[in-house]
């Protein structure tokens, strides 16, 4: 699967952004999807996972109660509501894909599939 992460921009501490990630090349709803981000000088982290049917869901701490990951198995995308965005989340975000064959697991790790990221900068 090819994947291609868009929507990234630079936005006011306090605002919102949403990405999206397009899949191609295989029906997205055999995998589960996750979302990861690179800070400057920093490893990658896990930021959000959904399950492959989309009713479960994971978030890292650091993002929980504000993103929001959601997908549509039929247009094959998954987004990544961002709201009160703050400097810390200032990162290249990548999408990744994980074939499963349960519908309801996720991951924060071990990713197949990886888009090739989109910046989002958070100025304060």
């Known amino acids: 699967v090819q994947l291609q992460a868009s929507g990234g921009g630079l936005v006011q501490a306090g605002g ?6 397009a899949a191609s090349g295989r029906t997205l709803n055999t995998y589960v999807m996750g979302w990861f981000r690179q800070a400057p ?9 959904i ?11 650091s993002v929980k109660g504000r993103f929001t990951i959601s997908r549509d198995n039929a247009k094959s995308t998954v987004d990544l509501q ?8 200032t990162a290249v975000y990548y999408c990744a894909a994980k074939r499963d064959y349960r519908v309801s697991s996720l991951y924060t790790r071990g ?8 910046l ?3 100025s304060s």
């Open 41 to 49: 000088g920093k490893a990658r982290e896990f930021v959000a996972a």
């Open 82 to 89: 961002m709201n009160s965005l703050n400097p810390e989340d």
């Open 16 to 21: 919102s952004l949403r990405l999206s990630c």
């Open 111 to 118: 990713y197949d599939y990886w888009g090739q990221g989109t």
């Open 120 to 122: 989002v900068t958070v």
């Open 51 to 61: 399950s492959r049917s989309g009713g479960g869901a994971d978030y890292a701490d």
